[in-house]
């Protein structure tokens, strides 16, 4: 009876360390970037081309991710393919695209193509981000009060955006919201 007791109290304090940590337990490949420039919690970002997994739900923004992550995630358990971060969002014309980073020096014609029809890869281009980073939940309130933000920003900053924003979220959802960090990333011109 005393070994269960302690099994289980280690057993729950892992699980506590999980829930509260605001890292992974796991080493969790980013892509790289050069900051040009930093103004408080945006950064002017180059980004080197890559590839991504991406499926196209058509769910509401605060469930899209959680709706299209099994799909994505089957391809890259199913290929031996390491889990990066961050996980992004943009909108599509049906919904969310929802996209995996691939790894870095993945090219797009040696990945095993994806099994599926709702999974489909894609290269994105080398391109140049304005950046605003924050905690806290994963609601579309917050999404566009730091979307706002960042708009206003480029905008006063005389950069031209040329893209879809991009919304970057870097930790499982068993992260507290409190040390969540999150992004949104905005294509802008060189």
């Not at 337990?25 to 420039?37: C, D, F, G, K, T």
């Amino acid at each position: 009876m005393k070994i269960l007791y302690k099994s289980l109290v280690k057993l729950i304090l892992l699980i506590l360390i999980i829930l509260f940590s605001g890292t992974s337990l796991m080493a969790v490949e980013e892509p790289e970037y050069r900051v040009i420039q930093t103004d408080g919690p945006i950064e002017i970002r180059d980004y080197e081309a890559m590839v991504v997994a991406e499926t196209i739900v058509a769910a509401p923004f605060e469930r899209a991710g959680n709706s299209a992550f099994r799909g994505l995630f089957n391809y890259i358990s199913d290929n031996d393919i390491s889990m990066t971060a961050p996980v992004t969002q943009e909108a599509a014309d049906e919904g969310w695209a929802v996209r995996f980073i691939m790894p870095e020096g993945s090219a797009l014609e040696s990945l095993p193509k994806p099994t599926t029809s709702n999974v489909v890869l894609k290269p994105v281009p080398a391109q140049r981000v304005a950046v605003i980073r924050y905690s806290g939940t994963w609601s579309s309130d917050k999404y566009n009060d730091h979307l706002n933000n960042l708009e206003s920003w480029v905008e006063s900053n005389g950069f031209e955006t040329i893209g879809e924003p991009v919304w970057a979220r870097y930790n499982g959802p068993f992260t507290m919201w409190f040390l969540r960090r999150n992004e949104i990333l905005l294509p802008i011109r060189q």
